[in-house]
């Protein structure tokens, strides 16, 4: 059954990220990126990672979404402002350079140094439920509360950026 | 005061200021902004004396993950001496170009809090945390003066490549804990005792280093620069140019020499060609340069160059020296850019190099100290840079890199070359059209003495501070 | 298996949803006129396609939008572990919360809720 709709999903994930590239108009594009988010989300519950699905549903899938949009809108170019590429020439290098660095991961994986070595440590392993919400709480609580609370000021000073670009004169 | 909590001391300080600043902005009186900025002042110098106070004490808060050692001491000095003569120099400047407006003030004490952090902390996760910070503030402070358009190009091209950088970073972290299972810093090097040259390991340290080649601005994550530094507020290019290489140095110097201690063969010989680079290509794009804070904007990115040898020659003094240099460069590089930021011609800042042309005739006093801040960035004696390119050099040549020592001298000789060029220029040209700088402020006044106290006071007697600067790399080399 | 219960409200979802797109193709009578094509059947005509530009306004309320989504979404874990943590657990929330509602304050104050 997990696996019938991890592949499912997959598929889904993977058309949908296409359709987001290949697209030409720019709101459809956020659109199929809200599939494609939705898609990873359940990817993230089949790993049993209920938080950070949680996480992507409501901050990518529902906020940063609408901010996508938003500047789909403010930006949406007039006629007068679409023109060619000026940078379509370099398309020509894209391809030969992604060439050689496939190539590149290709001899890398191959080589001695992957074959031989040793992991330094065992992957740890998870305890039941340690994906869940409630490990999550536990954690970032107890263990990682001195990143919790930077993360406080983390979105103040982006709270007071956001203040200090886009208000007008303060007044 | 909690025993606990004595390692978050100088954090404490910094983001308390910041708080504080935030409520007064609320208050009366709205028009006038610049008390926010002796606020400010306040804190920083208090976090100044707090951290000289706890020189020698060692500790650990929340778990290890933030630690208090003399290496981050020294580190938060420097980062409150660039972050003390950057507020020094900025109410002036900001009210002169109607850009004063509290958020300034609180942006510095946030991005300030972002460095001392990256200075204490012991895990990947702070790091990673103090890094967004620090760079979050620096972004908006880049584009602060909204009405032009270079502020919205740095603003932007900053922040789109920051965070690019960004994610390289985290890419990093999350190998390094898929590769060992933890964020800690010693648990980490625990594990890379144990077991070497695991490849996710070493993928992950080169993701980790471009993230910091970013904000330390190594070629060729150099990019950024001189678009960043000329379309920033000058005040602010003094601050990104200063407080922000301090903090990567400070997490970069933590991360190898002791973290990744096993893997030192590995990174020696990447930075070793870093380096070379670095210092290279910095100096000879800055020969091309008319424009004086692209041409600083370069001369900092090979300064980098002169640093990172430092790091390959590894070791008490080497990386001492680093430290000691990175002081002698917050001196040099806030004072250059403090001359610049208080020159004036028509309605726009003099940054133009024919702007300069005869400059000693009008201002003596400005191009004086000006000419001292250059030749301290050439490394002539008696100024600090002499002395912070000797203790560098020295070791290089002690660790057997001699030819990233001869190298490195090259590169002074080619330097001297546009630096002396803006003195010749304020010398020896006369023109009409002067800039013309409104007297510098009392403020203003101070921040230029400082700095010319600070290279002096390092190029004539280097060796107490180079002392504490090895005892301060001691803990990392343990 | 056990998220079945969240397939099945995204499936009953989606079958509502599409059936909603879908009956009045079946159902609804078709008869146009050019009255009643025009975007609004009565009043004003419309001056500009409403597929123009928007104010920059909206995506400075969608940025305090996500930073307070974040907040929200950190406190879910607390809130279901709230007993196990006790009171340290209750004191780090309000630090977190406290400097976030200074945030607030000052965005308040500051004016960044005004339309213009």
Redesign the interface.
């Known amino acids: ?2 696996l019938v ?1 991890f592949f499912v999903v997959a598929v889904v994930a993977v058309a949908s990220a296409l359709a987001l590239v290949l697209r030409r108009n720019p709101i459809h594009g956020a659109l199929f990126l809200v599939v494609n988010l939705g898609c990873v989300a359940v990817l993230y ?2 790993l049993s990672a209920e ?1 950070l699905a ?2 992507q549903v ?2 990518y899938a ?3 979404m ?2 996508f949009v ?2 789909i ?4 170019p007039g006629k007068e402002e679409t023109g060619p590429d000026p940078l379509r020439p370099q398309r020509l290098l894209a391809l030969p350079l992604g060439a050689v660095l496939l190539l590149e991961i290709a001899l890398i994986l191959k080589s001695s140094v992957f074959q031989a070595a040793q992991p330094v440590a065992p992957p740890p392993a998870l305890p039941a439920g340690a994906g869940g ?2 490990t ?3 954690l ?3 263990d990682y ?1 001195f990143p ?2 930077v ?3 983390l ?2 000073a ?3 950026g ?2 200090a670009l ?2 007008r004169k ?2 | 005061m909690d025993a606990a909590l004595i390692p978050l001391l100088p954090l404490l300080v910094v983001g308390g200021t910041a ?1 504080l600043v ?2 007064l ?2 208050l009366p009186p709205r028009d006038r902004k610049g008390h926010l900025g002796v606020v400010a002042l306040a804190g920083v110098v208090m976090a100044l004396l707090v951290s000289l106070g706890l020189w020698g004490r060692e500790g650990r808060a929340f778990r290890g993950m933030v630690v208090l050692d003399n290496f981050a001491l020294f580190l938060d000095v420097v980062i409150c001496y660039a972050a003390a003569l950057v507020l020094l120099l900025s109410t002036d400047y900001l009210r002169r170009n109607d850009g004063e407006r509290g958020e300034y003030y609180i942006l510095v004490l946030l991005s300030t809090l972002g460095m001392v952090l990256m200075a204490a902390a012991a895990d990947l996760i702070v790091i990673f945390l103090a890094l967004e910070l620090m760079s979050l503030s620096l972004y908006v402070l880049a584009g602060f003066f909204r009405g032009r358009l270079a502020a919205a190009e740095a603003s932007m091209k900053y922040f789109l490549l920051g965070a690019f950088a960004t994610g390289f970073f985290i890419y990093g972290i999350a190998l390094i804990y898929g590769a060992t299972g933890s964020t800690a810093l010693d648990r980490i090097a625990a594990a890379t005792r144990a077991g070497t040259r695991d490849p996710l390991l070493l993928v992950g340290l080169g993701l980790l280093l471009v993230g910091f080649g970013f904000k330390i601005s190594s070629v060729p994550f150099h990019m950024w620069v001189p678009d960043v530094y000329e379309g920033a507020p000058t005040s602010v290019t003094a601050f990104i140019a200063t407080g922000s290489k301090a903090a990567g140095f400070a997490a970069l110097l933590r991360v190898l020499l002791s973290t990744f201690k096993v893997s030192q063969p590995d990174w020696t010989v990447l930075l070793w060609v870093v380096a070379v680079l670095t210092m290279t290509v910095g100096n000879v794009v800055a020969i091309a340069q008319s424009n004086l804070k692209r041409m600083l904007a370069y001369s900092s990115v090979a300064h980098v160059g002169y640093m990172l040898i430092g790091v390959v020659a590894g070791g008490a003094l080497g990386a001492g020296s680093v430290l000691f240099y990175l002081l002698v460069y917050t001196f040099t590089t806030a004072g250059a850019f403090g001359v610049i930021l208080l020159l004036e011609r028509g309605r726009r800042e003099a940054v133009d190099l024919d702007d300069y042309a005869g400059l000693a005739g009008r201002h003596p006093v400005l191009a004086l100290t000006l000419a001292l801040f250059l030749l301290s960035l050439i490394g002539m004696p008696p100024t600090a840079g002499f002395a912070g390119k000797f203790y560098l050099f020295g070791a290089a040549v002690r660790s057997g890199y001699i030819w990233l020592a001869v190298i490195a001298v090259l590169n002074s000789a080619v330097a001297a070359y546009y630096y002396l060029r803006v003195v010749v220029y304020m010398y020896m040209r006369d023109t009409e059209g002067l800039p013309t700088g409104p007297a510098p402020s009392f403020a203003g006044r101070l921040a230029l003495a400082i700095a010319l106290w600070g290279i002096f006071q390092l190029g004539l007697l280097p060796a107490p501070v180079l002392d504490l600067a090895q005892a301060a790399v001691a803990p990392l080399l343990r | ?1 056990e ?1 079945v219960t ?2 099945m409200v995204f499936g009953l979802a989606l079958l509502v949803a599409g059936a909603m797109m879908w009956l009045p193709t079946l159902l609804a009578p078709r008869r146009t006129s050019a009255a009643k094509v025009e975007p609004f059947e009565c009043g004003k005509d419309p001056l500009a396609l409403p ?1 123009g ?4 306004k ?3 309320v ?6 307070f ?6 406190i ?6 709230v007993r ?2 006790g009171w ?2 209750y004191l ?2 309000l ?3 406290g ?2 509602m ?6 308040w ?4 809720l005004e339309w213009d």
Do not use: C
């Not at chain 3, 989504?69 to 950190?74: G, K």
């Not at chain 3, 879910?76 to 572990?81: E, G, N, S, T």
């Not at chain 3, 200074?102 to 965005?107: A, I, R």
């Open positions: 059954m997990n709709v519950l089949l938080f949680l996480a409501i901050i529902g906020a940063i609408v901010l938003f500047a809108m403010v930006l949406i919400i409630e999550v709480g536990r970032l609580l107890r509360l919790f609370e993360t406080s000021v979105l103040l982006a709270l007071v956001v203040l886009a208000k303060a007044g | 708080l935030i409520v902005d609320l | 298996m998220h969240l397939l597929e530009r928007f104010a920059i909206f995506s400075t969608a940025i305090f939008f996500i930073i989504d974040i907040e929200v979404m950190l879910f874990p607390w809130a279901v572990q196990a943590l340290t657990g780090a929330m630090v977190f919360l400097v976030l200074l945030g607030f304050l000052y965005m104050k500051k004016g960044g």
